[in-house]
């Protein structure tokens, strides 16, 4: 308390100071004020006294000589003249001195003695003098002249017959020469001044880019951050694509046609008839000791190609699946490298998000990668009882750009639709299951594929070797799930690819491809989904069977472009391309890898296929033109089918 009592005092006396002080200063301005108003009030009231006096003075000179002149001239007699006139001049004195003392003039006078008449006319001379006088106030501002400018229009170079003698005239060519001077001297002053100025720039630019040392703590810093890795990752791989390039830049353009054919451009018409290994990607950081499940061409970026890799059991702290996606102008590392918490399956690139891929794991999940995003799934299906729980082994995306779903089916007979945004649950769900079975009742779906502007049907592979249809929907005649009556039954092992003919041309849109373990492949006619489903049991039989192989045959896969020509992988390696125009029973052009080829995928353009190996290598072969159709080739492939149906 005794604290709080000494802070309260000695805040009381600072204020009482402050009052103080401020009293103080209200004093003395106020005494500044007084002082400087009795200095302007004495300096005019003896200005104006001055001049209040020399104006009595002369009116009172002129008042005073008018009534004695009077008075003489009444008297007519000269000595009154004389006496009037020696009092008119004591009464002018009298009446200034009387005027100036009113008015405050300090003028002492001595009274003159004088005659009862005479004091009798000056009374009556002061009476009529008297004058009231008011004081009055003049400012006078003296502003000039303004000033008139007059220009008059004359010759102001004089004739030489005018020149005033002893002027010396300038010639114009010491004008000119002066001139010239000047303006040499006021170009050099000007660049000495530009160069003062590159000069200082230079310096301050190179004390900028003066090199700093960095710590060894800095260094190791930046060499450990995140954001450093990510750059050099992404500027090494430009610089490996430019230095990548395969370009002949000997070539001369002024030439004829056949002198650049030997370029690798198909200059010749044998050049076009080869099948060639182009690229082989293989990266042992990435693909050691795994093996290519699936590989897929962008529909956007001709150019990548993307490959699914099961798990390294030599790298148990490694991912257990991978997807590499290679670009052709990168060929010793991929582009992209995303993670999986189990083997990939099967992997697709969306053809409505040029940056989304998609892949099916071992363990059921469904996971969708972002090129712009890290190598982690962006969305992944939950390990729940909502979805697969079993191996996917079937993925395709179907529908438009606005309206699109992913189907996928796994080994225990489970079809589900998803939402590529959410895959929290499936938007629709089909068990397939069929009666006949003797052990379960369960479908294991091996491969799957829509024929084209299909959406409400498909037809799948399944592990037993018998292919069926599929409906998602209810329709006439048949009901949504698994038609049993109608199966494509010709396999004696699991069907490992399915796939139907492309839309490049309509009449052949139901046709498909299967190739099965049991190292064959076979050509079907697919029933027409809108019929009716049969009463009873009812196997369809293939159009052709191809059974030129020495091991299983994994993959097969229909020509963009041209309706004959599909390719197939088998075990042993080789990659067949088959034209059924041309032989109906062996491939027209094969190549052999030496390890065994998993899977196929032909690019946009059909004029590259990428097959990928157990080694866990993607090799990229040239087709050049094996897979250009010509204009009778479509009218020659349905003279085939129908001489195979017959």
């Given at each position: 308390m005794?604290?709080?009592?000494?802070?309260?005092?000695?805040k009381?006396?600072?204020?009482?100071?402050?009052?103080?002080?401020?009293?103080?200063?209200?004093?003395?301005?106020?005494?500044?004020?007084e002082?400087?108003?009795?200095?302007?009030?004495?300096?005019?009231?003896?200005?104006?006294?001055?001049?209040?006096?020399?104006?009595?003075?002369?009116?009172?000179?002129?008042?005073?000589r008018?009534?004695t002149?009077?008075?003489?001239?009444?008297?007519g007699?000269?000595?009154?003249?004389?006496?009037?006139?020696?009092?008119?001049?004591?009464?002018?004195i009298?009446?200034?001195?009387?005027?100036?003392?009113?008015?405050?003039?300090?003028?002492p006078?001595a009274?003159?003695?004088?005659?009862?008449?005479?004091a009798?006319?000056?009374?009556?001379?002061?009476?009529?003098?008297t004058?009231?006088?008011?004081s009055?106030?003049?400012?006078?501002?003296?502003f000039?002249?303004?000033?008139?400018?007059?220009?008059?229009?004359?010759?102001?170079t004089?004739?030489?017959?005018?020149?005033?003698e002893?002027v010396?005239?300038?010639?114009?060519?010491?004008?000119?020469?002066?001139?010239?001077?000047?303006?040499?001297?006021d170009?050099?002053?000007?660049?000495?001044?530009?160069?003062?100025?590159?000069?200082?720039?230079a310096?301050?630019?190179?004390?900028?880019?003066?090199?700093?040392?960095?710590?060894?703590?800095?260094?190791?810093?930046?060499l450990?951050?995140?954001d450093?890795?990510?750059?050099v990752?992404?500027?090494?791989?430009?610089?490996?694509?430019?230095?990548d390039?395969?370009?002949?830049?000997?070539?001369?353009y002024?030439?004829?046609?056949?002198?650049?054919?030997g370029?690798?451009?198909?200059?010749?018409?044998?050049?076009?008839?080869?099948?060639?290994?182009?690229?082989?990607?293989?990266?042992d950081?990435?693909?050691?000791?795994?093996?290519?499940?699936d590989?897929?061409?962008?529909?956007?970026?001709?150019?990548?190609?993307?490959?699914?890799?099961?798990?390294n059991?030599m790298?148990?702290n490694?991912a257990?699946?991978?997807?590499?996606?290679?670009?052709?102008?990168l060929?010793?590392?991929?582009?992209?490298?995303?993670?999986?918490?189990?083997?990939?399956?099967?992997?697709?690139?969306?053809?409505?998000?040029?940056?989304?891929?998609v892949g099916?794991?071992?363990?059921?999940?469904?996971?969708?990668?972002?090129?712009?995003?890290r190598?982690?799934?962006?969305?992944?299906?939950?390990?729940?009882?909502?979805?697969h729980?079993?191996?996917?082994y079937?993925?395709?995306?179907v529908?438009?750009?606005?309206?699109?779903?992913?189907?996928?089916?796994?080994t225990?007979?489970?079809?589900?639709a998803?939402?590529?945004d959410?895959?929290?649950q499936?938007?629709?769900?089909?068990?397939?299951?069929?009666?006949?079975?003797?052990?379960?009742?369960?479908?294991?779906?091996?491969?799957m594929?829509f024929?084209?502007?299909?959406?409400?049907?498909?037809?799948v592979?399944?592990?037993?070797?018998?292919?069926?249809q599929?409906?998602?929907?209810?329709?006439?005649?048949?009901?949504a799930?698994?038609?049993?009556?109608?199966?494509?039954?010709?396999?004696?092992?699991?069907?490992?690819?399915?796939?139907?003919?492309?839309?490049?041309?309509?009449?052949?849109?139901?046709?498909?491809?299967?190739?099965s373990?049991?190292?064959?492949?076979r050509?079907?006619?697919?029933?027409?989904?809108?019929?009716?489903?049969?009463?009873a049991?009812?196997?369809?039989?293939?159009?052709h069977?191809?059974?030129?192989?020495d091991?299983?045959?994994?993959?097969?896969?229909?020509?963009?472009a041209?309706?004959a020509?599909?390719?197939?992988?088998d075990?042993?390696?080789?990659?067949?391309?088959?034209?059924?125009?041309?032989?109906l029973?062996?491939?027209v052009?094969?190549?052999?890898t030496?390890?065994?080829?998993?899977?196929?995928s032909w690019?946009?353009s059909?004029?590259?296929?990428?097959?990928?190996?157990v080694?866990?290598s993607?090799?990229?072969?040239?087709v050049g033109?094996?897979?250009?159709?010509?204009?009778?080739d479509?009218?020659r492939?349905?003279?085939?089918?129908?001489?195979?149906?017959?």
């Amino acid at each position: 308390m005794d604290h709080r009592r000494e802070e309260l005092e000695k805040k009381r006396a600072k204020l009482a100071e402050l009052r103080r002080q401020r009293e103080e200063r209200k004093r003395t301005a106020m005494q500044v004020r007084e002082q400087q108003q009795q200095q302007q009030t004495s300096t005019g009231s003896r200005v104006d006294s001055q001049d209040i006096n020399d104006l009595v003075n002369s009116l009172v000179g002129e008042r005073a000589r008018s009534p004695t002149s009077q008075l003489s001239t009444a008297s007519g007699t000269p000595g009154i003249s004389g006496e009037a006139s020696g009092v008119g001049r004591d009464r002018s004195i009298s009446s200034a001195t009387s005027i100036g003392t009113q008015i405050g003039s300090p003028v002492p006078r001595a009274p003159t003695p004088m005659s009862g008449a005479n004091a009798a006319s000056v009374a009556v001379a002061a009476a009529a003098a008297t004058v009231e006088f008011r004081s009055t106030e003049m400012t006078i501002f003296d502003f000039p002249p303004r000033e008139k400018i007059v220009y008059n229009k004359e010759v102001q170079t004089a004739e030489s017959g005018d020149v005033t003698e002893g002027v010396a005239v300038v010639p114009e060519e010491e004008i000119e020469r002066r001139v010239r001077e000047m303006r040499d001297k006021d170009e050099k002053r000007r660049a000495a001044r530009d160069e003062e100025e590159r000069a200082r720039r230079a310096a301050e630019a190179a004390k900028e880019k003066e090199t700093k040392r960095l710590t060894e703590e800095q260094r190791a810093g930046i060499l450990e951050s995140g954001d450093f890795a990510t750059f050099v990752d992404q500027k090494s791989r430009i610089m490996e694509r430019a230095l990548d390039e395969e370009f002949d830049f000997m070539v001369d353009y002024t030439l004829a046609a056949g002198a650049n054919a030997g370029a690798g451009v198909g200059g010749d018409g044998s050049s076009g008839e080869r099948l060639e290994l182009a690229h082989a990607f293989h990266d042992d950081k990435v693909t050691r000791n795994r093996s290519v499940m699936d590989v897929t061409w962008s529909s956007r970026f001709p150019e990548l190609v993307a490959a699914a890799y099961n798990r390294n059991p030599m790298a148990p702290n490694e991912a257990d699946g991978v997807v590499a996606v290679w670009s052709l102008h990168l060929r010793d590392r991929p582009e992209f490298v995303f993670s999986a918490p189990s083997d990939v399956l099967r992997v697709s690139f969306s053809d409505f998000n040029a940056n989304i891929v998609v892949g099916s794991a071992y363990s059921g999940q469904i996971l969708v990668w972002d090129t712009r995003a890290r190598s982690q799934p962006v969305l992944k299906t939950p390990l729940t009882g909502g979805g697969h729980t079993h191996p996917v082994y079937s993925l395709k995306i179907v529908g438009s750009t606005n309206a699109h779903q992913l189907i996928s089916a796994s080994t225990d007979g489970l079809v589900c639709a998803w939402q590529l945004d959410m895959l929290a649950q499936p938007q629709e769900v089909i068990e397939l299951a069929h009666p006949a079975h003797l052990r379960t009742d369960e479908v294991s779906v091996t491969c799957m594929d829509f024929a084209d502007n299909e959406t409400a049907a498909f037809v799948v592979g399944t592990a037993e070797g018998v292919a069926y249809q599929v409906n998602r929907y209810d329709r006439a005649g048949s009901k949504a799930g698994l038609n049993g009556f109608d199966a494509y039954r010709a396999h004696a092992a699991p069907i490992n690819a399915l796939n139907f003919h492309p839309p490049n041309a309509p009449e052949f849109a139901d046709l498909f491809l299967t190739a099965s373990s049991d190292w064959s492949m076979r050509l079907w006619r697919a029933r027409p989904a809108a019929k009716p489903a049969s009463a009873a049991s009812a196997d369809i039989r293939p159009l052709h069977v191809f059974d030129a192989f020495d091991d299983y045959v994994y993959d097969a896969r229909w020509s963009p472009a041209h309706p004959a020509v599909f390719a197939s992988a088998d075990g042993t390696g080789r990659l067949g391309l088959w034209n059924l125009n041309r032989d109906l029973e062996l491939p027209v052009h094969s190549a052999a890898t030496g390890r065994a080829l998993n899977r196929l995928s032909w690019d946009r353009s059909a004029r590259r296929i990428a097959a990928g190996g157990v080694d866990g290598s993607v090799y990229v072969y040239d087709v050049g033109g094996l897979s250009a159709p010509r204009p009778d080739d479509h009218l020659r492939f349905a003279n085939v089918l129908r001489s195979l149906a017959a």
